[in-house]
T-cell receptor
Framework: EPEVTQTPSHQVTQMGQEVILRCVPI?????FYWYRQILGQKVEFLVS????????KSEIFDDQFSVERPDGSNFTLKIRSTKLEDSAMYFC??????FGDGTRLSIL | KNEVEQSPQNLTAQEGEFITINCSYS?????LHWLQQHPGGGIVSLFM???GKKKHGRLIATINIQEKHSSLHITASHPRDSAVYIC????????FGTGTSLTVIP
């Protein structure tokens, strides 16, 4: 069964550093998504991506965030200058139904 | 403001019980999703509904578009059903409920 693969599973970064979270979505899907879940809180939509561009983004997805599909397979989420409140689980999804296992981001 | 409301927040059931989790939403949607999140954090999609009812094994999901309400039912519950169940409304973006934490006791 096709899977969405996220790497790394856990990322620890110093505050102010840039971080890139990686996802390999299902190849023949067209829509890709990033979500985050702060510990103990609900899952929140960040951004959707279609046809190599952002189709929707939430208020959370500010100028500190960017997404790319650099090579037709990887789908990345970059946080430019991390803050403590960026600590969360970040999920990638391929279409709206297939989720990756998530990357736990810890900002120190 | 919560676009998606779930109830109950927490639910403990004896093995074998019939379980219902409710979801109400206030946004216009193209579909309503039920997701399952296990203690390790991984999320699995259970159902995507735009009308009526779907059944998969012991799980049944229903939606009433006019009332903006959906329910997830688990028949003959089992300890392995213990997880957080999340309702998510898919409109322009995805709006998530806060989840229902289900514990099924043997």
């Amino acid at each position: 069964e096709p899977e969405v693969t996220q790497t790394p599973s856990h990322q620890v970064t110093q505050m102010g550093q840039e971080v890139i979270l990686r996802c390999v979505p299902i190849s023949n899907h067209l829509y890709f998504y990033w979500y985050r879940q702060i510990l103990g809180q609900k899952v929140e939509f960040l951004v959707s991506f279609y046809n190599n561009e952002i189709s929707e983004k939430s208020e959370i997805f500010d100028d500190q965030f960017s997404v790319e599909r650099p090579d037709g397979s990887n789908f990345t989420l970059k946080i430019r200058s991390t803050k403590l409140e960026d600590s969360a689980m970040y999920f990638c999804a391929s279409s709206k139904e297939v989720f990756g296992d998530g990357t736990r981001l810890s900002i120190l | 403001k919560n676009e998606v409301e779930q109830s109950p927040q927490n639910l403990t059931a004896q093995e074998g019980e019939f379980i219902t989790i409710n979801c109400s939403y206030s946004v216009g949607i193209s579909a309503l999703h039920w997701l399952q999140q296990h203690p390790g954090g991984g999320i699995v999609s259970l159902f995507m509904l735009s009308s009526g009812k779907k059944k998969h094994g012991r799980l049944i999901a229903t939606i009433n578009i006019q009332e903006k309400h959906s329910s997830l039912h688990i028949t003959a519950s089992h300890p392995r059903d213990s997880a957080v169940y999340i309702c998510a409304a898919a409109g322009n973006q995805f709006y998530f409920g806060t989840g229902t934490s289900l514990t099924v006791i043997p």
